[in-house]
């Protein structure tokens, strides 16, 4: 299966540590994206690349949160001295370049902090 | 601020019974609507609607969208216990921006 892939699944730490998310998108798409989804809401949009350029943040990307993607390939997302706020399900998203193109998305990785 | 405004946010149903599930939002120049599948995991895409009255469909599944009175939804027919997910609408926020918003989704539970 050649899908969006995320690693870890689920992740457990204390607050006050620091976390990395990886994400290995679809291999043929351009863009990957980055989404924080908490229970009873719909995905956040947090971040988005093309290739290895970071083109959008959101207002919710504080500065405790650092995303890359250096080669254009995979990328990770970096949580810096968590905050029981941060608990959430951060999810991954590819797509090819273009107009309207729609997301594909990975299983996301579940942060619980405690 | 984009708004993207699901309803229901809970729907139980019996095998069997058709359902439509109601999409509106408020996009500075608009694009797109998309709708995706969420059951214990990933969002699976469903379909992506950007012109008015063309309903997409898919098995049991279909689409449609209204530009003038900026609302889409999503009808099943013959629901089965699968069917059974959480409902996402998103669009693609202002203009050139590639970030989606999304309601807060529709959660259907089919019994058997």
């Known amino acids: 299966d050649t899908g969006v892939s995320q690693d870890p699944r689920h992740k457990i730490t204390k607050r006050g540590q620091n976390v990395t998310f990886r994400c290995d998108p679809i291999s043929e798409h351009n863009r990957l994206y980055w989404y924080r989804q908490t229970l009873g809401q719909g995905p956040e949009f947090l971040t988005y690349f093309q290739n290895e350029a970071q083109l959008e943040k959101s207002r919710l990307l504080s500065d405790r949160f650092s995303a890359e993607r250096p080669k254009g390939s995979f990328s990770t997302l970096e949580i810096q001295r968590t905050e029981q706020g941060d608990s959430a399900m951060y999810l991954c998203?590819?797509?090819?370049?273009?107009?309207?193109?729609?997301?594909?998305f990975g299983d996301g990785t579940r942060l619980s902090i405690l | 601020e984009d708004k993207v405004v699901q309803s229901p946010l809970s729907l139980v149903v019996h095998e069997g019974d058709t359902v439509t599930l109601n999409c509106s939002y408020e996009v500075t120049n608009f694009r797109s609507l998309l709708w995706y599948k969420q059951e214990k995991k990933a969002p699976t895409f469903l379909f992506m609607l950007t012109s008015s009255g063309i309903e997409k469909k898919s098995g049991r599944l279909s689409s449609i969208l209204d530009k003038k009175e900026l609302f889409s939804i999503l009808n099943i027919t013959a629901t089965q216990t699968g069917d059974s997910a959480v409902y996402l609408c998103?669009?693609?926020?202002?203009?050139?921006?590639?970030?989606?918003?999304f309601g807060k989704g529709t959660k259907l539970t089919v019994n058997p």
């Open positions: 998203a590819s797509s090819p370049t273009g107009a309207n193109q729609p997301q594909h």
């Open positions: 998103a669009s693609f926020s202002q203009g050139g921006s590639e970030k989606l918003v």
